[in-house]
């Protein structure tokens, strides 16, 4: 008995000593846990401040920031002002001092030349049309909305009186727009609120052209086929294919086009180039009933750089611009009766604008261009002067 109780006690202080170095134990680890407790709240007390004292300095840099981008917007406000004083500055320099010819020439043999071509061709000139007008310069330039994609071409007929607005919009499709009035096509929010007129064909380029109730366009394939279809009765007049062989874009600067169709009190034109005409644009009088061609010329005007063209009483005037869009200018003008030379007639520049041309339209009745800019429809109001002036 006495065995067992020493056995008892014995069991009972190894028990204790056990339970002791565990409560040990337990406290060491709840101590270093304690601890790294402590140093974890230090860091994100030192990880908070450092955010803190991080965002006033990135508010402090935003701020500097804010201040000097609106002093650089001031000083591009007043840069863009100077520029467009300059630039007005220079068109009224342009129309006052016409650049001077490169070839020293004798003035008087010159002006005995002119006058001499000038009255071999004055009889022929008052046969074909009395249409003397040329172009002296632009007065003014009106904005009529955005509407469309950045190419197109918009205008009226050049033979009517109706005042019916035609949109082609883009280089290749086959839905024309039409509406009543300039003040109907402005106030509508897109081209669906006009007139939907589905044609037979896809157009190709921005050659397109409306005379006489009839929109004449060119189709793009292995063959440019010229179509000439009637917007009254919504049908196909007529059809040929462009009779010139291997035709390459006519303007550099548009290389979607490759016949430009214009209208002018003189009738139907068209503009386009081959390559056996080298660099230069074409010109040929067109038959507006058979499609066919009455008469060609060779212009002295290069496609290179060419962004568009058109013709006013049976002159060519060929606008040219830069790869990085600059200022449109008439550069080259060609006339079939010799009564204008590129020499004579003035240099001329558009307004400032946003992009380039992709399509220009004189219409004859109201002495305007319609062009087509980056999707914006714009009008050019024209100071005319007359080809023969005594």
Not at 4 to 15: H, K, M, P, Y
Not at 92 to 111: F, I, W
Not at 203 to 229: D, P, R, S
Not at 298 to 325: H, M, Q, W
Request: hydrophobic content about 35%.
């Amino acid at each position: 008995m006495g065995t067992l109780l020493l056995l008892v006690a014995a069991s009972l202080c190894f028990a204790s000593g056990q339970h002791r170095e565990l409560m040990d134990y337990l406290e060491r680890r709840l101590q270093a846990i304690e601890d790294r407790i402590s140093v974890w709240h230090e860091q994100s007390n030192r990880y908070a401040t450092e955010l803190r004292e991080f965002k006033q300095l990135m508010t402090a840099l935003t701020e500097n920031l804010e201040q000097g981008r609106e002093a650089l917007h001031v000083d591009l406000e007043a840069v863009g002002t100077r520029v467009d004083r300059v630039e007005r500055e220079m068109d009224y320099m342009e129309t006052q001092n016409p650049a001077p010819p490169c070839v020293d020439v004798d003035d008087k043999l010159v002006e005995q030349e002119v006058t001499s071509i000038k009255e071999k061709n004055k009889a022929k000139y008052n046969k074909l049309s009395d249409c003397r007008d040329m172009i002296s310069s632009f007065k003014a330039m009106k904005i009529l909305k955005r509407v469309g994609g950045p190419k197109g071409v918009w205008m009226k007929d050049t033979a009517s009186m109706l005042g019916k607005v035609y949109i082609f919009n883009g280089t290749g499709e086959d839905t024309l727009y039409e509406f009543s009035s300039m003040r109907d096509l402005a106030g509508s929010e897109g081209l669906t609120h006009g007139r939907l007129i589905k044609l037979p064909f896809a157009w190709g380029g921005m050659g397109h052209t409306i005379y006489n109730g009839y929109a004449y366009y060119v189709t793009e394939g292995k063959e440019f086929q010229l179509i000439k279809y009637d917007l009254q009765n919504c049908s196909v007049a007529d059809s040929a294919v462009f009779p010139a062989e291997e035709l390459v874009p006519v303007y550099s600067l548009s290389p979607e086009t490759y016949v430009d169709l214009a209208a002018d009190g003189e009738g139907l034109w068209a503009l386009y180039a081959t390559r056996d005409s080298g660099r230069n644009i074409c010109l040929a009088k067109m038959d507006p009933g058979t499609l066919d061609m009455e008469q060609t010329w060779d212009t002295p005007c290069p496609r290179e750089n060419a962004e568009a063209g058109f013709v006013i009483c049976g002159t060519v005037y060929v606008v040219y611009n830069s790869k990085l869009p600059s200022r449109s200018r008439v550069q080259c003008v060609f006339d079939i009766n010799d009564m204008v030379t590129s020499e004579e007639a003035p240099l001329v520049y558009f307004p400032k604008r946003y992009s380039t041309h992709s399509s220009l339209k004189y219409n004859p009745l109201e002495k305007l261009i319609y062009a087509w800019d980056d999707g914006y429809q714009i009008l050019y109001k024209m100071v005319m002067k007359k080809k023969l002036e005594v």
